[in-house]
């Protein structure tokens, strides 16, 4: 699968582009998500080319997290190569993925995707990677109800969650299946009890709960990338936690926060 495109016209400076998405009609018109999508096209086009070589490096990542990621481990932390990676909600393995270009270019990692359906591709794919079909929780060997929606990046255990995007967003509640759960620090120590240098977290509304259960003192990545996105209480609340532990917030897609262990940062300066 060829990387997240748009069909937006390239030419940003052309009247022909302005003169069609300053069009109050037609942003009336245009579905959240469709906006959220012109938005971020035009920012890899501008600050994200310019800052972080997105559109002169191939990314994968729905903002550019990918190559932001990159940016950060070698040009702030001035590490070489590229990072090993825990992506927990991994949902696709190449599509709006925050660790494919690292895979593609000879680093691997551990890939946790829920989901039965979209699990079966990360082993078809990703073979060379440790890909594990449960979710994570504070207890191991439990079960709990996974939401499977119609749009599969909107997956979700929490059921506060799935009721707010079915009754509010007008989004299709698939089925309801179990999936076992296990803690993060299990899984670590079962696979090589190895800290990751890079962790992506995208679990749809419970991503403090997997800040909550984190063991920081056995494990410390060098970046972390948490979905914040989803309201200002979220952020605050997450930002709250990784500064907490140690961690600082040093950019933010909007969607996305990256937050780096605060000593890897001072023995930089």
């Known amino acids: 699968m060829k990387p997240y495109k748009t069909d937006l016209p390239k030419n940003v400076f052309s009247i022909?582009?302005?003169?069609?998405i300053l069009s109050w009609k037609y942003w009336v018109r245009l579905p959240k998500r469709l906006k959220t999508k012109w938005y971020w096209s035009i920012w890899k086009r501008t600050t994200g080319k310019k800052r972080y070589g997105?559109?002169?490096?191939?990314?994968?990542?729905?903002c550019g997290e990918d190559l932001i990621a990159l940016h950060i481990w070698k040009e702030?932390?001035?590490r070489s190569g590229y990072p090993n990676y825990l992506d927990?909600?991994?949902?696709?393995?190449?599509y709006e993925s925050n660790t494919c270009l690292f895979y593609k270019n000879g680093s691997r990692g551990i890939n946790i995707e829920p989901d039965p359906m979209l699990f079966?591709?990360?082993?078809?794919?990703r073979p060379e990677d440790i890909n594990l079909n449960f979710g994570i929780g504070f207890e191991?060997?439990?079960?709990?109800e996974f939401f499977v929606m119609q749009t599969p990046t909107l997956n979700t255990f929490s059921r506060e969650v799935m009721e707010q995007m079915v009754n509010i967003d007008r989004h299709k509640l698939n089925r309801i299946i179990k999936i076992p759960m296990r803690t993060i620090v299990s899984v670590l120590d079962e696979h090589g009890n190895k800290t990751p240098d890079f962790v992506s977290i995208d679990v749809e509304g419970l991503d403090d709960q997997i800040v909550k259960s984190w063991d920081f003192v056995k494990y410390r990545p060098a970046i972390f990338c948490i979905e914040t996105g989803v309201s200002r209480e979220n952020y605050a609340k997450?930002?709250?936690l990784m500064m907490k532990s140690g961690y600082m917030p040093f950019e933010?897609?909007?969607?996305n926060t990256f937050f780096v262990e605060g000593k890897l940062l001072k023995e930089r300066e």
């Not at 079966?120 to 794919?125: A, D, G, M, N």
């Not at 933010?252 to 969607?255: D, K, R």
């Open 16 to 20: 022909a582009f302005w003169c069609r």
């Open 54 to 62: 997105i559109g002169v490096l191939e990314s994968f990542a729905r």
């Open 76 to 78: 702030v932390l001035g």
């Open 88 to 94: 927990i909600g991994a949902h696709h393995p190449e």
């Open 120 to 125: 079966e591709r990360f082993l078809i794919q």
């Open 140 to 144: 191991k060997n439990e079960e709990a």
């Open 238 to 240: 997450i930002a709250g």
């Open 252 to 255: 933010s897609t909007n969607l």
